[in-house]
T-cell receptor, first 115, second 114 residues
């Protein structure tokens, strides 16, 4: 079956521009996660959805970051007024449920470069 | 607070040999899960293996096994019979009961040589 897909795969933005990153989770997966991975680092949690409800947004670095999942499937991560420090790979993951043993399946990521 | 430590920035192994990638963790929660992911140069995180804190036996998945030492708070990944395709970044991660997010270590780059 189809895995997690993300688009675009690459995005170059000028500082100050707004960007929107899309994630299509695996069909039927209730939980959806966004992570930010800086160069040479492990992924860091940004936010988590269970269906359409955003249950944890403790990792969002500033109010310029906003995520939504209005119908409980596709999710969009929006970054307003991008800064150079926002340059990173943004990974989306989904899992069947929130139970501890359920592994998260990751998409290929969107590499964002802010000039 | 959850914390994962991977002290080996890079590891080298010859094809067909076994290799151990180290991972230690810190948590005060008695219920948690430990995960290993592989990230090839393409960037996608690939799930390898899972160990629950209450699991009595070490997890195994094909050539991957997890050497879980709860008292030492370590969860090392053992890859047997290394293959060239195993060359990648490997990340250890943890999730505590009641939290959904994964907390990752900084990763270990494994290079398998012919």
């Amino acid at each position: 079956g189809a895995g997690v897909s993300q688009s675009p795969r690459y995005k170059v933005a000028k500082r100050g521009q707004d960007v929107a990153l899309r994630c299509d989770p695996i069909s039927g997966h209730v939980s959806l996660f966004w992570y930010q991975q800086a160069l040479g680092q492990g992924p860091e949690f940004l936010t988590y959805f269970q269906n359409e409800a955003q249950l944890d947004k403790s990792g969002l670095p500033s109010d310029r970051f906003f995520a939504e999942r209005p119908e409980g499937s596709v999710s969009t991560l929006k970054i307003q007024r991008t800064q150079q420090e926002d340059s990173a790979v943004y990974l989306c993951a989904s899992s069947l449920s929130g139970s501890p043993g359920n592994e998260q399946f990751f998409g290929p990521g969107t590499r964002l470069t802010v000039l | 607070a959850q914390k994962i430590t991977q002290t080996q920035p890079g590891m080298f192994v010859q094809e067909k040999e076994a290799v151990t990638l180290d991972c230690t963790y810190d948590t005060s929660d008695p219920s948690y899960g430990l995960f290993w992911y592989k990230q090839p140069s393409s960037g996608e995180m690939i799930f390898l293996i899972y160990q629950g804190s209450y699991d009595q036996q070490n997890a195994t998945e094909g050539r991957y096994s997890l050497n879980f030492q709860k008292a030492r708070k370590s969860a090392n990944l053992v890859i047997s019979a290394s293959q060239l395709g195993d060359s990648a970044m490997y990340f250890c991660a943890m999730r505590e009961e009641g939290f959904q997010k994964l907390v990752f270590g900084t990763g270990t780059r494994l290079l398998v040589s012919p």
